[in-house]
């Protein structure tokens, strides 16, 4: 059970523990390997594709790597979000598939096949590749790994290792760039709107869902609580910047400025919003200061029916929850006491910066969590003036900025997003995952004196030979430090730190910690995060009257599921028509905002195939 009384649906999986398995042994490689990568790449995708055609499951189930095998597939074949493990598996999943699709012309993309070696026990050649299907008429992409494999006589054989395919277009439906430059048709004047997808929340995922959308020539609304687009920005604490380069969170079809920083700051995200609906003609479809007051479905029909607070009426064929997670509903650990505390005492949604907090006559803060939004208030706090000490409440994985390198997710730097972002969100994350992981691994192993000074002062810290990025990003979408320089306000004591210790009660003063001691302060700010990490905790308040029938079959939003597929968001559900979950951070939204919108158009044009379940 989740901690709202909802049954976890699907069941979330702990992606180290639980998906990633250690890596093939490649000792050593044929001499010719670099030389022949092409041949070798093409002789197995001719192979996969005869395989596929004779319907011929031994043949398949022979061309995968023995000891283990992925095929990672995002709605080109199982028209679905799928992670197929184990050579037979996914032998039996492309018997069917294969031929239901029609697959057929495998090409290879000039330049693609190459050697890669990863370290001294394991190397590979990988290449990407093309493909259409007959049914439906698309075009899609691909990329797969292949390894040696020594037979028992030492006979070699190249084997898959990961397979990894994703829908590009319909081919009778494509995208059409030049759409977005075209005016939207305002909405004006009726009691009743009719749309085809109305999509709640026009923040950042909510806007690139629509320009996707208006690209694919489908007619939809927006409506935002929010009284200027870029409010969900512009409305946060004054000093909030994001923590990944700006080459990682770039906005597809419209980039961030050259004269942008490099970490984007608060302002910079709010205008890029702004910029973003202005220039592709987003406005006039978004209302401002809407929320939704009562939500049904109509099964007849297939179709919703919104009553907004406007007192118009929204109906429409789909309907996409694009609020955000982690953003609306502050949590704050509920502790004893607390009508005692005579002090200010906010989370960091309430948080504006710490000069104001000076001029209300504060002069000593808390910071209550150890995480990026904690080490912004606390940096901002010092700065104003103010007394400020940290209240860590269990080890934080620190992972230093710098280790954006071109090993990694530095690739960003080097590609444009949309070709990083096939590799990266293509991948089986029981692979990618973990290749990421060993990357920072070495890396922290290279500097293992680090976070010495920051131990030294009482922080509890975890590097990259401990702790896993995805594994933080999966499970909790955050809870991490990507170190950009605030660890240096613990290691010289500006900044106080008192580690390994929980609030237990208020006192007129401060805060009782579970060692016993007091702390004082005239000031609390809970940097605790948010608790609708599983959105159905808040989507009876979103869609108001009727909310409740929603919140009952949706399945639980955000962690991985056994087969490593992120759990409730940019696919089909599987208890609710036409209803879809659009979230995560700015990486997500580029990536899932094209695969969510091609799902609609095949709706809405007949030519979605059912899911593949099996």
């Not at 012309?105 to 093309?130: H, K, N, R, V």
């Not at 002069?363 to 990026?372: F, L």
């Not at 390994?500 to 000031?523: H, I, N, R």
């Amino acid at each position: 059970m989740s901690t709202h009384g909802h049954v976890e649906f699907p069941h979330k999986v702990d992606l180290v523990e639980d998906l990633y398995r250690p890596f093939p042994i490649i000792s050593r490689l044929p001499t010719d390997a670099s030389d022949k990568a092409s041949d070798l790449i093409e002789n197995i995708l001719v192979k996969l594709g005869c395989a596929m055609e004779k319907c011929d499951v031994s043949e398949l189930s022979s061309l995968f790597f023995t000891d283990q095998a992925y095929w990672r597939d995002t709605l080109a074949l199982t028209y679905h979000l799928r992670t197929f493990k184990n050579r037979d598996a996914i032998a039996s999943a492309l018997l069917e598939l294969g031929p239901k699709r029609e697959v057929c012309s495998i090409q290879i993309l000039p330049d693609s096949p190459a050697l890669i070696c990863a370290g001294p026990t394991l190397s590979w050649i990988e290449s990407m590749f093309t493909f259409n299907t007959r049914s439906p008429r698309a075009t899609c992409q691909g990329k797969v790994v292949i390894l040696p494999e020594y037979s028992g006589e030492n006979v070699l054989k190249w084997k898959i290792w990961t397979l990894a395919t994703w829908l590009v277009h319909f081919d009778d439906f494509p995208e059409d760039d030049s759409r977005l430059k075209l005016p939207s048709n305002p909405l004006r004047g009726s009691h009743i709107l009719r749309t085809e997808v109305l999509i709640i929340g026009a923040g950042n995922s909510g806007l690139i869902l629509a320009a996707r959308l208006k690209t694919l020539a489908i007619d939809y609304i927006l409506i935002d609580k929010n009284r200027n687009i870029g409010d969900n920005w512009a409305l946060r604490y004054d000093n909030l910047r994001f923590h990944v380069p700006k080459s990682f969170v770039e906005t597809p079809y419209i980039r961030y400025p050259d004269e942008a920083p490099n970490l984007l700051h608060r302002d910079d995200l709010a205008e890029q919003m702004r910029r973003f609906a202005k220039e592709l003609n987003l406005e006039d479809r978004v209302l401002l200061e809407t929320t939704a007051e009562s939500t049904s479905y109509d099964s007849s029909n297939q179709t919703w029916s919104l009553k907004l607070s406007s007192g118009k009426v929204i109906v429409c064929k789909h309907l996409v929850l694009a609020t955000g997670i982690l953003s609306s509903a502050p949590h704050v650990p509920a502790i004893e006491s607390k009508g005692n505390y005579h002090g200010v005492d906010i989370h960091s949604i309430g948080f504006q910066n710490g000069a104001l907090l000076k001029e209300q006559g504060v002069k000593s803060v808390i910071v209550v969590g150890s995480a990026n939004t904690a080490f912004d208030v606390v940096e901002d706090c010092y700065n104003a003036g103010l007394h400020t000490t940290m209240i860590q409440r269990s080890p934080t994985y620190v992972i230093p900025i710098t280790y954006w390198r071109p090993e990694g997710l530095g690739m960003y730097d080097r590609l444009p997003a949309e070709v990083a972002d096939s590799l990266i969100f293509s991948a089986p994350v029981a692979v990618g995952g973990q290749m990421l992981g060993l990357v920072h691994a070495k890396f922290a192993t290279q500097e293992p004196d680090r976070y010495s000074g920051l131990a030294k002062a009482g922080f509890l810290v975890t590097d990259s030979t401990q702790s896993d990025l995805m594994a933080h990003l999966f499970d909790r979408l955050g809870g991490h430090y990507v170190d950009t320089g605030g660890t240096e306000f613990i290691t010289s004591k500006k900044v106080g730190i008192r580690s390994g210790v929980t609030p237990l009660s208020y006192t007129t003063t401060g805060l009782q910690l579970s060692d016993g001691s007091a702390l004082d302060s005239d000031a609390i700010i809970w940097c605790t995060g948010f608790r609708d990490l599983d959105v159905r905790t808040v989507v009876a308040c979103i869609l108001g009257e009727g909310g409740e029938a929603v919140e009952a079959k949706m399945e639980t939003t955000w962690g991985l599921d056994c087969e490593g597929e992120t759990r409730g968001m940019f696919k089909r559900q599987s208890k609710l028509r036409n209803f879809w979950v659009m979230g995560g951070g700015a990486a997500h939204h580029r990536w899932y905002s094209k695969a969510l919108a091609l799902q609609i158009k095949g709706a809405l044009e007949g030519v979605l195939p059912e899911a593949y379940l099996l």
